[in-house]
C-alpha cells in the first residue's frame, strides 16, 4: 500500500460546479496534512493545511480530514477554468524530520 | 504564505560541468528544506531533507557526491549538481519549512535544468 493515495484522475467538472478530491493514507500516526496546487510547468503552491479531524474552510476550499477512516479531502466550490492543475495531497511522514510524503496527485479540468 | 526564492528559474549547461541552485526564505527561518526533482508529467522525487547547521539525508539512490547540497544558516540552502550530464535534466525544487515539526512548507518557484 502506497504511503499516500490519490485517484490520478483526470477529474472533469464543469465551471461552476463542486470539485471534490480525495485522498488516503498510510500512516495512522499522522497529524499534519496538506493540499498544495501544482499547474503545469511550475512548483506546488500551498492551498490549505489541516491537523484536526472536520472542516476547515478557506474561501472557496473546504478540507476535511478523518482520521479514523484516514482520509483528507479537498472540496473546491463555483470552480472556475483557472482552477485546473494537479491537486498534490501530502501527510507530514513521522519518520526522521517529519518528511512530507506526496500522492501523485489529481489531475483537474473545469471546463466551461 | 511564507515566500521562498529558488534562483536561477532556468539553467542551460554543458556536459561535465556543474551547477549551483539556490534557495532562499525570505520572511522566516528555515530549520529544514527538502529537494526534490521532478520529469514531466510524474510526481515529486524527495532527493534530500536538509537541515540548517547538519548534513544533508539524501534518499534511496539518490547520489550524495553528485548531488551536493549546503544547508549553511536558517535563509539559505543550495543544491549543486556536479558534472552534469544529459539525464540529469529535470526539474528541481526547493522547499523550506519553518519549524522541524509537523509544520506546512512552502515551495520555491523551481529550477528548469537543461544539460546539453
Known amino acids: 500500500q502506497k504511503e499516500v493515495e490519490q485517484n490520478s484522475g483526470p477529474l472533469s467538472v464543469p465551471e461552476g460546479a463542486i470539485a471534490s478530491l480525495n485522498c488516503t493514507y498510510s500512516?495512522?500516526?499522522?497529524?499534519?496534512f496538506f493540499w498544495y496546487r501544482q499547474y503545469s510547468g511550475k512548483s506546488p503552491e500551498l492551498i490549505m493545511s489541516i491537523y484536526s479531524n472536520g472542516d476547515k474552510e478557506d474561501g472557496r476550499f473546504t478540507a476535511q480530514l478523518n482520521k479514523a477512516s484516514q482520509y483528507v479531502s479537498l472540496l473546491i466550490r463555483d470552480s472556475q477554468p483557472s482552477d485546473s492543475a494537479t491537486y498534490l495531497c501530502?501527510?507530514?511522514?513521522?519518520?526522521?524530520?517529519?518528511?512530507?510524503?506526496f500522492g501523485r496527485g489529481t489531475s483537474l479540468i473545469v471546463h466551461p | 504564505g511564507a515566500v521562498v526564492s529558488q534562483h536561477p528559474s532556468r539553467v542551460i549547461c554543458k556536459s561535465g560541468t556543474s551547477v549551483k541552485i539556490e534557495c532562499r526564505s525570505l520572511d522566516f527561518q528555515a530549520t529544514t528544506m527538502f529537494w526534490y526533482r521532478q520529469f514531466p508529467k510524474q510526481s515529486l522525487m524527495l532527493m534530500a531533507t536538509s537541515n540548517e547547521g547538519s548534513k544533508a539525508t539524501y534518499e534511496q539512490g539518490v547520489e550524495k557526491d553528485k548531488f551536493l547540497i549546503n544547508h549553511a544558516s536558517l535563509t539559505l540552502s543550495t543544491l549543486t549538481v556536479t558534472s552534469a550530464h544529459p539525464e540529469d535534466s529535470s526539474f528541481y525544487i526547493c522547499?523550506?519549512?519553518?519549524?522541524?515539526?509537523?509544520?506546512?512548507?512552502?515551495f520555491g518557484q523551481g529550477t528548469r535544468l537543461t544539460v546539453v
Open positions: 500512516d495512522r500516526g499522522s497529524q499534519s
Open positions: 501530502a501527510v507530514n511522514n513521522r519518520r526522521g524530520s517529519y518528511i512530507p510524503t
Open positions: 522547499s523550506a519549512r519553518a519549524s522541524s515539526v509537523n509544520t506546512e512548507a512552502f
